[in-house]
């Protein structure tokens, strides 16, 4: 060998165990890589860098109860005793519609039921179509019809509303059908083609009790119910 070579070599082994010195040696007990994303989260100081993956820290305390977890004796309280037929129809109907919420249901009830009286009042029958049955719109056109050939106006305005309740409650197949009970004040009044008064007086301040029945499919996107029966108490 010439001195070159033996030079060459001998930085060789030089660099070898400086390496090893730095490096070290794996021995099968070494730590885990440092997870610094999961180390702050769960520390409780999220780094603004690092984007949380879900399930990767586990949550072990115990889940506390929710509000929206209701006793079943008070689920239906204020619309329903527990146990009674209406209860069991109310079940009936959250079974297939989990979304189900009374008081969104009668307080949009009580909003259909002005709309509807004063569209069949007005001949409105557009706005009547989008919230009657079929059935329901062929017998309140076929009345505008015949107030029409009759050459006569009605004339109503609410005073006031002053119930409107859950009576009735049933869920069969994908129908679910509510029934309420109305009890409101109203003037009405039907005039001739003079003007002439021919039923009702526009000075009389009228108690009216309607029970009305309200339909949706409840495996159709469509969330509206729809009158499907009507009746009234005298």
Request: glycine share 6%; proline share 6%; aromatic share 8%.
């Amino acid at each position: 060998m010439d001195i070159y070579t033996i030079i060459f070599l001998a930085l060789a082994v030089f660099i070898f165990l400086r390496l090893r010195n730095v490096l070290g040696q794996r021995t099968g007990n070494e730590r885990p890589p440092y997870d610094r994303a999961a180390r702050n989260v769960v520390q409780g100081t999220p780094d603004s860098n690092v984007v949380p993956i879900p399930g990767t820290v586990i949550d072990q305390t115990p889940l506390a109860p929710t509000a929206d977890v209701v006793p079943p004796t008070d689920r239906w309280k204020g619309f329903a005793e527990a146990g009674t037929p209406l209860a069991q129809g109310l079940d009936g109907i959250v079974a297939q519609d989990s979304s189900f919420d009374p008081r969104h249901f009668v307080s949009g009830a009580r909003s259909a039921y002005e709309m509807i009286v004063l569209a069949f009042a007005n001949g409105d029958r557009r706005a009547l179509k989008d919230l009657l049955s079929t059935e329901v719109y062929d017998s309140f056109e076929a009345a505008i019809k015949d107030r029409e050939r009759q050459e006569r106006k009605t004339e109503t305005r609410f005073v006031s509303v002053d119930k409107a309740e859950i009576v009735g409650a049933e869920a069969r197949d994908r129908n679910a059908q509510l029934t309420v009970r109305f009890v409101s004040q109203m003037i009405s009044v039907t005039r001739d083609k003079t003007g002439a008064i021919v039923d009702g007086n526009p000075d009389k301040v009228t108690d009216i009790t309607d029970v009305w029945t309200f339909a949706r499919d409840t495996g159709s996107r469509d969330p509206n119910w729809k009158l499907v029966g009507t009746g009234s108490v005298h």
